[in-house]
């Protein structure tokens, strides 16, 4: 039996030919027993496939091994027209907390200005988290699993990450960005581990995906523009959150955001945004619709009053301004009997916010409570909504 090997491969395509180049990080000196530190092994290969040329430069994190890396930093450009990591295999962070090289590293796996970044594959990245989560670190003393900033044409798809020790996936200074058919799972009860979080990015799109974190499924942050979220399967973990903006009288911007066809199950929240009193900006154009609710706690939240443990509520002198705000559609139950709060500052007050086809019941078959404070809007619904807005 004879075995060919090819490190270059030519792909016929109807639109010409495509040159991908392929680069093992086995042939890179990577062992793969879980045990032994592959980092130089990653960094030797991405060196290689970055600097590689082509159409497609391909680093690949092979199945049936299990490769342990330190925080990591995998920088472009890169001389292909795309780069791929085609993960297949298992990448595990250290052990615990003491045993990463940099233990105040706030990221792990970091990528950053690669234009054409393909992250795809059946494998799993385990941050490993449980000694960051024992140890009460606040969220700015733990590493995020994978940061990617400033790599537009992205695209994310297939993967599975799991206990990342804070959020798992940071998307920041991206634009054109496609997530799709990835798993991200840590417990509950798991401090701050969002598991997508989005700032100062354009055009994202993020779909078929499931979210079970013990924080935000995803949470946007300031900067963003054009996010569109589509069934997600969120919980548990804290629903899908724009927000929070306005800290420390930050200005924020936030537009343009489409969040549907979405189910929050067994979420502390649902569909969310949170600003801090005495913040300034705008967060505006923001739906969501055809969302099921499974016993979630509270399926509809605008809090202006946000403040998070640790902080000291200011005197309110500003507001993010929120405009042009939609829950079109929400159906399924509750387990809280206040279970919309619209509670909006009376400094800007919540503008042109329309609720319809809201049908959310208690377990008990009961209607659910609405408390509206600052708001001004309007709903078709007769009985759950109406009462809501004071200029209908």
Partial sequence: EIILRFSVSVIFLCFGLVNSQNYSVLDFDATGDGQTDDSNAFVKTWNAACGGGGDISILLIPAGRTFLIQPIVFNGPCRSSNTKVQLEGVIIAPSNKEAWSNPNSRMWIKFSAVLGLVIVGSGTINGRGSSFWEQNLKASQRPTSLHISKCDNLSISGITSVDSPKNHISIAACTNVAISNI?????????????IDISR???????????????????????????????????????????????????????????TQCTFNQT??????????????????????????????????????????????????SAVAISNIKFIDFRGTTSKKNAIKIDCSATTRCKDVLMNGINITMADGKQPRVDCKNVDGKSEDTILTHDCFENI
Wanted: charged letters at 15%; proline letters at 4%; glycine letters at 12%.
């Fill in 183 to 195: 798993r991200l799972f840590a417990p509950e009860d798991s401090p701050n581990t969002d598991g």
């Fill in 201 to 259: 990015s354009t055009n994202v799109n993020i779909f078929d995906s499931t979210i079970q974190t013990g924080d935000d499924c995803i949470a946007i942050n300031t900067g963003n523009t054009n996010i569109n979220i589509t069934r997600i399967n969120c919980g548990p973990g804290h629903g899908i959150s724009v927000g929070s903006l306005g800290v420390n009288g930050g200005n924020a911007a936030v537009s343009d955001v489409q969040v």
């Fill in 268 to 317: 502390m929240n649902g569909a969310r945004i949170k600003t801090w009193p005495g913040g300034q900006g705008y967060a505006r154009n923001i739906s969501f619709e055809n969302i099921t609710l499974i016993n979630a706690k509270n399926p509809i939240i605008i809090d202006q009053q946000y403040i998070d443990k640790g902080r000291v509520y200011s005197a309110e002198k």
